[in-house]
């Protein structure tokens, strides 16, 4: 369920761990969705900045991008982040009503910051793997231009389902197989004929 704490409790947590995190590592800070408690989260990239120069990265969906403030943007070394889909249509039906255009101011201010991006999509059988839908979100990713430090396919999986079960909700993507490995393959090549560096 998790436990209330403050960025100050945080922040000193990280100075003890800061020699094994301090070369190559950093703090990464996730969710749910971190940017609806963007002082907190702001509060806390400040403090390891000041206190350890530690890398800072913010994992997001960019729903809450408007409530990102300058300074917490300015602290911010890294953002991976989740796009959904690359039309409006489908990033409502995929992103349950939320609004592609967040994304997209979102990424604009990403850009003005020249903070590096981590995109990260979820390839998913009959609902984000057509060539088209693949391409639309490619071509966004592409237009953020040199912030984009590469981009992750990540396989849709079940892992949700028991979750869903535990809360007595029904799991919307019931019957929604894993998609192929030829699947993903295509996935990757598209992103990479937009000069992209794509992973999966």
């Known amino acids: 369920l998790g436990e209330r704490t403050s960025a100050r409790h ?14 190559g590592g950093g703090l990464t800070v996730t969710g749910g969705e971190p940017l609806l408690q963007p002082a907190f989260v702001e509060d806390l990239f400040v403090g390891v900045k000041e206190a350890y120069a530690l890398h800072t990265a913010l ?9 990102a403030s300058e300074r917490l943007l300015a602290n911010t070394d890294l953002v991976l982040l989740d796009i959904k889909a ?3 249509a489908l990033y409502g039906k995929v992103g349950g009503g939320r609004r592609l255009s967040g994304v997209l101011t979102f990424g604009a201010r990403l850009v ?3 903070i590096k991006v981590w995109i990260r999509f979820v390839l998913v059988p009959g609902l984000t793997d057509g060539p088209d839908e693949i391409a639309e979100v490619a071509d966004l990713t592409a237009e953020l231009g040199d912030i984009v430090d590469r981009v992750e396919v ?3 999986h079940r892992l949700g389902v028991d979750k869903y079960a535990a809360l007595g909700r029904a799991y919307p993507l019931l019957g929604t197989p894993a998609p192929t490995q030829e699947s993903v393959e295509q996935a990757l090549g598209i992103f990479r004929e937009r000069g992209l560096y794509a992973l999966a």
């Open 154 to 156: 990540l396989p849709y």
């Open 59 to 67: 994992d997001t969906s960019a729903n809450g991008g408007h409530r």
């Open 112 to 114: 003005d910051h020249g």
């Open 86 to 88: 690359g039309n409006a």
């Open 10 to 23: 945080v922040i000193e947590e990280a100075g003890r761990y800061r020699a094994f995190i301090a070369h």
